[in-house]
């Protein structure tokens, strides 16, 4: 089992739709999460931390379940510059370290 | 604020020679630093990270090493680049502990 997990997609979405993306990871010690966003060939930027409590950031939603070890993005009202691929983070660090280890990416396309 | 430059941006280098990349970090004290490199369609593989001078882990044997002679400079080398190291090399710090990480804008090396 790969230590963080996504559907790599495409989604192909209408503007003004709205979209999920999952993600599971394999190490139940985890202790922080993350959203990325990544343009192509281009370095990968922090889209939002992901908290226990679920949080929000605008149209951008990020819930955590630790029970069933997943971690969930939802984007409200698509915009066509949404376009990207979104990389699910999980820090996997032990003592206070810090490791990041990345999914391999859902690509997001939002079409008029 | 804190910055991080990576160069160069491009790079095309034959097989059998050697490889450098610098990259460094302002603006910070004592930051965690990583290299990663993402292979054509594939996910952010993490190479080496340092949590100081001089202290280096690996995550994966390979043909490359990594140095941090200074406290925010961190260097990827290789003695003789193989096909096989062409890639997109990204280097990112991190405050200590479970946070995100900031990459820089990443090296594309293309190795022939």
């Known amino acids: 089992r790969k230590e963080v997990e996504q559907d790599p997609g495409p989604f192909n979405v209408p503007e003004g739709a709205t979209v999920a993306f999952n993600c599971t990871y394999s190490?139940?010690?985890?202790?922080?999460f993350f959203w990325y966003r990544q343009d192509c060939r281009k370095e990968p930027k922090l889209l939002m931390s992901?908290?226990?409590s679920g949080n929000e950031d605008g149209r951008f939603t990020a819930q955590l379940n630790r029970a069933s070890q997943y971690i969930s993005l939802l984007i409200r009202d698509s915009k066509l510059s949404d376009s990207a691929t979104y990389l699910c983070?999980?820090?996997?660090?032990?003592?206070?370290?810090?490791?990041?280890?990345f999914g391999t990416g859902t690509q997001l396309k939002v079409e008029l | 604020s804190q910055t991080i430059h990576q160069w160069p941006a491009t790079l095309v280098q034959p097989v059998g020679s050697p490889l450098s990349l610098e990259c460094t970090v302002e603006?910070?004290?004592?930051?965690?630093l990583y290299w990663y490199r993402q292979a054509a369609g594939r996910g952010l593989q993490l190479l080496f990270y340092?949590?100081?001078?001089?202290?280096i882990s690996s995550e994966v044997p390979q043909n490359l090493s990594a140095s941090r002679p200074q406290d925010r400079q961190f260097i990827l080398s290789s003695k003789k680049l193989l096909l096989s190291d062409s890639g997109f090399y990204l280097c990112?710090?991190?405050?200590?502990?479970?946070?995100?990480?900031?990459f820089g804008q990443g090296t594309r090396l293309t190795v022939v």
């Open positions: 990112a710090w991190s405050w200590l502990g479970n946070t995100e990480a900031f």
């Open positions: 190490n139940s010690a985890s202790q922080s």
């Open positions: 992901v908290y226990s």
């Open positions: 983070v999980v820090n996997m660090g032990t003592g206070g370290g810090n490791k990041l280890t």
């Open positions: 603006g910070t004290s004592n930051p965690n």
């Open positions: 340092s949590v100081g001078i001089g202290q």
